[in-house]
């Protein structure tokens, strides 16, 4: 656009404006001036921008569904571990040998072949009861080796919630507090502070069986559902039947 047809243009506008023009006649101006094919070349442009907009976000969302994907086994594989070895730490039962029958040199030559360490020895000899001492030794291995995979899944957890979706997140949150709540119970327990009032044993076991496990399976059905939504809508489908 040249100055002169520049000047017209804009002392149009302008004139339209004093005389109270309103927004179609002013479009109707620029219309005429700058062309049918100028217009229809901005709107190209501005439809182009928006598709590389929406195009990007897509993208960012995909990648982060992807990440979701990539942590989910990983993050499961952690939970079942951490499942297992609470299991095993408040409802096994654990069986010793009859330490009552044995004499001294028996009871010598089975300490000196056990896998005990130099301080479950030392605990263990300075106990009359062998038998209740020797279990609170595999209860103790056990409670340690529940709390080292519970702290391999809760700092899996924190380190990827940020790609959980929000609904999968907080029941993974939910289950990482049940987990903490049953062991601290339980090493409740295996000091000593049971009592009439504060069974923490049973407190242990109700929270792992009547809320642990349930949220486990929930959780289970919420992941299978991100992982294989065409699985889960078919379920539902025939469900509705």
Known sequence: MTGNIEQQFLGLVEQLVVAGGGGAAIAYVIFRFLGKSWIENQ???????????????????????????????????????AFDSLDQAITLFR???????????????????????????????GEKNKGLAYCKILERRDLLVAYKEFGDFHKY????????????????DQIDSLIQESLTAKTMDLKGYSNAN??????ALNKFKKQVKPLK????????????????TGKNNRGKR
């Not at 195009?55 to 571990?81: C, G, I, Q």
């Not at 040199?105 to 360490?117: I, K």
């Not at 399976?217 to 889960?232: C, D, G, K």
């Open 157 to 172: 957890l924190q380190s990827n919630r940020i790609f959980l979706s929000p609904e999968i997140k907080e029941n993974f």
């Open 43 to 81: 709107l190209a442009k501005d439809l182009e921008i928006a598709k590389s907009e929406i195009s990007m976000l897509a993208t960012r969302r995909m990648k982060l569904h992807d990440k979701e994907y990539v942590v989910f086994p990983e993050l499961w594989s952690k939970l079942n571990n």
């Open 95 to 125: 069986e010793s040998p009859d330490f009552q029958s044995m004499g001294v040199d028996s009871l010598n030559e089975w300490l000196n072949g056990s896998d005990l360490s130099d301080n479950e020895k030392s605990y263990f000899v």
């Open 198 to 203: 504060n069974n923490f044993l049973l407190e």
């Open 217 to 232: 399976v929930e959780i289970e059905s919420l992941v299978q559902a991100r992982l294989f939504p065409e699985s889960h």
